[in-house]
């Protein structure tokens, strides 16, 4: 038992971290065999926010990911073929091929819009009386924009039923977090606004799942918005297009000690000190997976492309003058 979790829910919890560092590996591999194009920002090294942060949601609650989020899409359950399909531009992705990996549900690609997103949804919670919460995910590039800062305001002077996660990787592309902000911890700047703000080791599952949950049910009971930043890193560079980037702006010293703390390393760890569970529990999870993620590839591979014609669909405007729309 680790805090309310016996051994099977301490292995899915394994599981759930594998799967997610899995998934975006995989979708990595694809990338460079030239089956999913376009750029891919993946959270490999950053799966005990994501894990934490899915274990802390309930049924009914709202999250607003980041780029650099779709690990944790499959942490919260979301089926990784229609998400693999997605990223191929398939007809049996969650966006039927037209969005890719910038516009899976619930992810955005534009920075500083997630908070102003959740506030708005947690607003909409409080007007209905729902007891639901929304949570707005940022990086620690993001977390300078102003949008941001203005939801943030709002949603404390309301009482809004909203949490704001900051996932600190220490990096916006190439910029250190060292040369954007003076603050130690960017939680701090929940003080600006009246809230509480938390910071946590993002390297660790169960460190992000407390603190998110206690401030979510904190948000549910009516007692408002709060900051909660992990600080974590991602392993690999920026995306897939800047991949050449790679050690230009850090050192592989760096990279390594932070992969000491590795998130899954840790938790498989902690579950085999306190003998929880066996190396063979272990490794059976980690085949299953394999086995997953193989099914969900080749399920994506074998779905079809859409037409041409299908780009026109699912738009404001469907008849656009001067452009073909069938037969090219
Ligand atoms: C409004 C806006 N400005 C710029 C960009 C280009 N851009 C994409 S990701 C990124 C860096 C984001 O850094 P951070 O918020 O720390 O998230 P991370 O990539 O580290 O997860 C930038 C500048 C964008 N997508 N949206
Ligand atoms: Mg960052």
Known sequence: MIENFDKEKCLDIYRLLKMSRRFEQKTLELGGQGEILGSLHVGVGQEAVHVGIALALKDGDITFR??????????????????????????????????????????????????PMASGAALAFKLRNEKRVAVGQYGDGASNLGPLHESMNMAAIWKLPVVFICENNGYAVTTSIKYSSLLENLSDRGKAWGIPGETVDGMDVMAVYKAASRLIERARSGEGPAILECKTYRYEDHSKSTANL?????????????????????????LLDEKICTKADLDKIDELVEKTIEEAVEFARNSPLPEPEDAFKHMYATEIKGIPQKGW
């Not at 760096?254 to 899954?264: G, L, Q, R, S, T």
Request: charged share 20%.
């Open 66 to 115: 980041t780029h650099r989020d779709s690990g944790q899409m499959v942490a919260e359950g979301i089926d990784p073929k229609y998400l693999f399909a997605e990223l191929m531009g398939k007809i049996n992705g969650y966006c039927m091929g037209l969005g890719g990996s910038m516009h899976l549900p619930g992810i955005s690609g534009v920075l500083g819009v997630n908070a």
């Open 246 to 270: 790679v050690l230009s702006y850090r050192s592989k010293d760096e990279i390594a000690e932070w992969m000491k703390k590795d998130a899954i390393a840790g938790w498989a760890g902690k």
